[in-house]
């Protein structure tokens, strides 16, 4: 997860580094049990006396197949191949399943940090991270972050290191 040690620059340590909020697969695990119970109460339900029940029951197959693809393993996927990782240089985000995307967001370069957390993501520690940089993207916002508070805090401390040029406040 995350950059591996070998893509680090010289003087470079990692901080932190994450996937979004698991809160991102409640949907697809519901989407899971929801498509695999239909399925199974229509393969059930298919009478064995029926000329075409072996078609049937394929086409079931099929259909669930393509939704629990659709469904379930893309976000799931999606989900997995996105990942934040906070160094002391940089803020590194790559996102991708077949294709990969990668932004790297110098310290320096950062002019803001904020977080918005609404009432139900308090409880579950996940937010929207708003990272406002000197670049041409301006200002990114990262949704479900977990830990927002620890991220944002951390994320903060290493722009003010990167402003004053030092290193872990020292």
């Known amino acids: 997860m995350g950059l591996p040690e070998h893509h680090?620059?010289?003087?470079?340590?990692?901080?932190l580094s994450f996937h979004p909020h698991w809160k991102r697969l409640v949907l697809p695990v519901l989407a899971l049990v929801l498509v695999v119970a239909v399925a199974g109460a229509a393969i059930y339900f298919i009478p064995g006396d029926y000329t075409y029940a072996a078609y049937a029951r394929i086409a079931v197959?099929?259909?669930?197949f393509v939704a629990l693809t659709l469904w379930t393993f893309i976000p799931y996927l999606r989900w997995k191949t996105t990942s934040y990782t906070l160094t002391s240089h940089r803020f590194a985000i790559s996102t991708g399943i077949l294709n990969?995307?990668?932004?790297?967001?110098p310290m320096a370069k950062v002019n803001s940090?904020?977080?918005d957390q609404?009432?139900?993501e308090r409880f579950l520690g996940c937010g929207t991270l708003r990272v406002e940089s000197a670049s041409?993207?301006?200002?990114?916002?990262l949704l479900d972050i977990p830990k927002i508070q620890l991220v944002r805090q951390e994320l903060f401390r290493l722009v003010e290191d990167a402003s004053d040029g030092t290193i872990d406040g020292k």
């Open 8 to 15: 680090l620059t010289e003087g470079e340590r990692l901080v």
């Open 61 to 64: 197959g099929v259909v669930a």
């Open 100 to 105: 990969k995307l990668e932004e790297d967001i």
């Open 113 to 115: 940090v904020s977080s």
């Open 118 to 120: 609404r009432f139900f």
């Open 136 to 141: 041409e993207k301006g200002e990114i916002d």
